[in-house]
């Protein structure tokens, strides 16, 4: 026999039982979620872990035997959230619905099993004569009329036909009655009941065989509604819902739109403070933005968690490299080896922060997945700035309040506004008579500088900070510095589709496409061959567009003037649908969380725009210019 102690209470067990066991003997419970004894004892899910004084680590109970004076605290705070944690991961596998599965479930069955006082709807289906009510047909010797004689002598009996009909048929409107939005009744070929013609007689129908009757009883406004559907106006009236129907045929034609300037400094202020997120969002849809930020109408989500979401652990993971690598040196002085170890425990203090309460073997593998593939990333990065004379000058660098620099002001709007942000880096480069910055922004997904969202206000937002930063750049950079473009930087090792007999060359061919970098770069000579050495003939700018000093300066003004606009259009309170489209073959109304609100089957105006190539684009800026269509 072994002694132990859990939470405080001695327990004497044999030698072979485990931890859950020897807790459950005391009536202590320990949370299970994969155990089940002689079946599943392996601790796969690590609900049931618990603190053994003397162990560095949690152990799960299940599969870990009592030992002579064994120490175990089974409810310390370490053991809770080392729980919750392993809980949100395996919740993190599936999509659970928010709505309790019992709340969406259809229930089918006869009327009188059926319990659906608190159902929505409510279908019947085959209301023919002697099925909806039944037909009972005599029971036993006596009469209706005999039962009755009999029941005057105190002689009571089982019901006869009549009370059975009387039964059924209360039973049947209780049912009926106790839908909270709508009933369907559906007659199928045969004759239609009694029951069938009277509800289609109290609801205007004709009340033939193949008619499909449909009428809501939940209330007059949900009736209203449905009538105002049909266009029966008369028969709401007539059921005591004429107003209700009156009112919504009054509003057929309503329109979202013209939000009074009381309304709309009662949902974002008499400022607005604007992300590059949000001008994203109006300019895209102006009911969207209204929903998501006016509102703030929260979408519905199914509940999963990404406690290890890939793009903010490498965020992260790269700011503090690139940190670290400057204190040292730069990445001239230090060496892709260094880098990489820097990188490698930058990792890992990531890991203990985030997940110090969890020893999972599920964590474990997907660090060890997420650090092959910033290896990768990690040496691209080197050589970029190995090689390069750009030099990272700050990390993380912030607009707004608190930020490193004041907010990015936006003139010439109807209404005051003011935008925030964070560059992920800045580097610089001392030129041979100025220096000069660029804008660097990681990107872990398909984003890209795209030149035909940028004349519709999408993906301003490397632009408007290379511009804002060159206008308050002395505050930052302690000298006067210009900017020599936006660069969007591919933070996440490349898919390479090759075929099993692809040799190297064009395996490398296929690399190194997919490292090449987006953006927007000024065409000049020696920036680019300080960003890029010709001797190096890498590339991985030949896919960034460029432009000259005179352009940018256009592009400046272009910018902040569809700013500008966009801060109108918030101010105009016009609220409609009017999606931003690409082409055909995506419609971003499918995936809103707020389709149901605006149903852009029917309401939305969509604006549907082809891809550009640089001459039009630039075509556009300078028209904008000449229009007078830019910031002052």
Known sequence: MVTLTIDGHAVT???????????????IEIPTLCYLKGINEIGACRICTVEVEGQPRLVPACDNVVSRGMVVHTNSPRVREARRVNLRLLLSQYDVGTIPPVLDAVQMGPISALRCHEAGHLLVLGAGEGSFPGYSGSKGVLTDQERMALRKLDVHLTGGGEEGIQEEFAEIYGVLCGAERSVRVYCSDEQPSYLFSRLSELCGGPGKADVQLEFAMAGKREAGAWFAQQRLPELAEALGAGKSCAEILSRQDYRLGGLQRSTLEGLYGRELRLSASQVDTQAECRLLYFLKYGLKAKERKPAQVDPAEFGIFVHAVL???????????????????????????????????????????????MMTRNQRELTMIVEELWRELHEGQFQPVGEEVSFGEDGTLPWIQIPGASMKAALQGKIDRVDAWQGPGSPYFRVVDYKTGQKALDLCDVTQGVGLQMLLYLFALEQSGDAFFGTRCYPAGVEYFPARAPYLPVKGDADGSELQKKRHKAWQRSGMLLNDGKILEAMEPEDVKKKVLQDAFRADRAQLRKLESYVFGLLTDTVNDIASGDVTPDPYTRGTSFDPCTFCPYGAVCHPEQNARRRNFEKIDEKRFWETVETAEKEGKHHG
Do not use: M, N, W
């Open 319 to 365: 700011e503090d490299t690139v940190r670290c690598v400057r204190r040292q040196g730069g990445f001239h002085a230090v060496s892709l080896e260094e880098t990489q170890c820097i990188a490698r425990e930058s990792a890992e203090r990531y890991r203990k922060e985030r997940f110090s309460a969890l020893e999972s073997a599920r964590v474990q593998t």
């Open 13 to 27: 067990v044999p030698e072979d039982t485990t931890i859950l066991e020897a807790a459950r003997s005391i009536h």
